[in-house]
């Protein structure tokens, strides 16, 4: 007797070793988890192009298609599929003189960073946010995404970037410093200066 497998309730690692026996449905389970967080990440991460977004999605999953064997079943799906779109972009930095992405969704930048008063203008404040993630440097801006825009745990960053923990850490500290500088004139609590009378 044959059961029928219900590739929705199976793990990504399950699918992956599915898709190396050529299971097409097992790709689309994965292409249906996955697509949307991909395009979004690449669209963050490549200055806001629709369209480039949407060309780097469909290059990943080919990839995925071709090789699926060059999965490692020993790793997370999630922390591999994101390792494989942060080389992309490595490599499209590269090609563009290392040239980094905008940035306006703020809605997951951390609260004890900076202290939004809720009379300002949302829009005001991400465009000063656009302008500072662009001065970031290269390795700073991509844990800063990582970790605030697309959620992953530091211990994640760590395997997708191939780094101690520690150095993540240290690079989140840097880009927040960084970005607290930039957008002073949004924090209430930050000194101001005070001219003599």
Same mark, same amino acid.
């Given at each position: 007797m044959f059961f029928k497998t219900n590739y929705q309730q199976l793990s990504d690692e399950a699918l992956m070793q599915h898709m190396s026996k050529g299971k097409s449905k097992a790709f689309d389970e994965l292409y249906h988890r996955y697509y949307e967080k991909m395009y979004y990440y690449f669209f963050r991460m490549l200055r806001q192009d629709a369209a480039k977004a949407q060309d780097f999605v469909q290059d990943m999953f080919v990839k995925l /298609?071709?090789?699926?064997?060059?999965?490692?079943?020993? *790793?997370?799906? %999630?922390?591999?599929?994101?390792? /494989?779109?942060?080389?992309?972009?490595?490599?499209?930095? *590269?090609?563009? %003189?290392?040239?980094?992405?905008?940035?306006?969704?703020?809605?997951?930048?951390?609260?004890?960073?900076?202290?939004?008063?809720?009379q300002l203008d949302q829009k005001i404040f991400n465009k000063h946010l656009e302008v500072a993630i662009e001065q970031l440097k290269p390795k700073h801006k991509v844990c800063f995404i990582l970790r605030y825009q697309e959620e992953l745990s530091i211990e994640q960053i760590s395997q997708v970037l191939d780094c101690p923990e520690g150095t993540v850490k240290s690079r989140l500290h840097h880009a927040l410093k960084q970005l607290s500088k930039q957008l002073v004139q949004f924090n209430p609590k930050a000194p101001q200066n005070k001219e003599l009378s």
């Open positions: /298609i071709e090789r699926p064997q060059a999965f490692d079943v020993k *790793r997370k799906f %999630s922390t591999w599929i994101y390792t /494989i779109a942060s080389n992309m972009c490595k490599n499209e930095y *590269r090609r563009k %003189s290392n040239q980094f992405s905008n940035l306006e969704d703020c809605e997951s930048f951390p609260s004890q960073a900076l202290t939004i008063p809720s």
